[in-house]
């Protein structure tokens, strides 16, 4: 079974500049997850994605941060302006039973805003 | 507001001294708990989950427990490649993490 795909693996950027990263999850997993991981902290969760349909986005700082998950397979999360601060991994996770097994994570992004 | 803690944040053990991590928390309704190891440049990887008190899981030189209040990730004669973040999480849908322990395995 292939894994969560992100890509690409590392970017740098000016502040003020925009981003976009990709993510393909575990073929036929319903449920996709972004979080993002400042360095030393646990991951923490922007946005769920039910299929096609968002399901929590409750923590995603609408105002620069925006994502999509079109026919319910591949997403993207975009950062327009990125700030210093939104310096971190993102990571894209994927699962199928709620809860059973866990997630399965991608290697995740990592992101370094200048 | 859900909360998971994880003591202690750094742990260095020779090879073959066994040790316990902590993970409390204090949630509304505990669906499940659940242990991830990451590796420098990795994405967390899956190890257990815990749904009742009492309950407990095993693998390799891995002990996860669970109480009311708190779970134990026990390890067991660890060696170097035992080294990585142990995350804890609480959830079922959506889960929220604790910051991890680092752990050290010195040969």
């Known amino acids: 079974e292939a894994g969560v795909a992100q890509s690409p693996r590392y970017k740098i950027i000016e502040k003020r500049q925009s981003v976009a990263f990709w993510c393909n999850p575990i073929s036929g997993h319903a449920t996709l997850y972004w979080y993002q991981q400042i360095l030393g902290q646990g991951p923490k969760l922007l946005i769920q994605?039910?299929?096609?349909?968002?399901?929590?986005d409750s923590q995603l700082p609408k105002d620069r941060f925006s994502a999509e998950r079109l026919k319910g397979v591949d997403s993207t999360l975009k950062i327009q302006p990125a700030k210093l601060e939104d310096s971190a991994v993102y990571l894209c996770?994927?699962?199928?039973?709620?809860?059973?097994?866990?997630?399965?994570f991608g290697s995740g992004t990592r992101l370094t805003v200048v | 507001e859900d909360q998971v803690t994880q003591s202690p944040e750094a742990l260095r053990l020779q090879e073959g001294e066994s040790s316990s991590l902590n993970c409390s928390y204090t949630?509304?309704?505990?669906?499940?708990l659940f242990w991830y190891r990451q590796d420098p440049g990795k994405g967390p990887e899956f190890l257990f989950t815990?749904?009742?008190a009492g309950e407990e899981k095993e693998k390799e030189r891995l002990k996860a427990t669970l109480t009311k209040k708190e779970s134990f990730l026990h390890i067991t004669a660890p060696k170097p490649e035992d080294s990585a973040t142990y995350l804890c999480?609480?959830?079922?849908?959506?889960?929220?993490f604790g910051k991890g322990t680092r752990l050290h395995i010195l040969p």
């Open positions: 949630v509304s309704g505990l669906r499940g």
């Open positions: 994605f039910q299929n096609n349909g968002v399901v929590d």
């Open positions: 999480a609480v959830g079922d849908d959506k889960i929220i």
């Open positions: 996770a994927s699962s199928s039973l709620t809860g059973v097994y866990g997630y399965t």
């Open positions: 815990l749904y009742s």
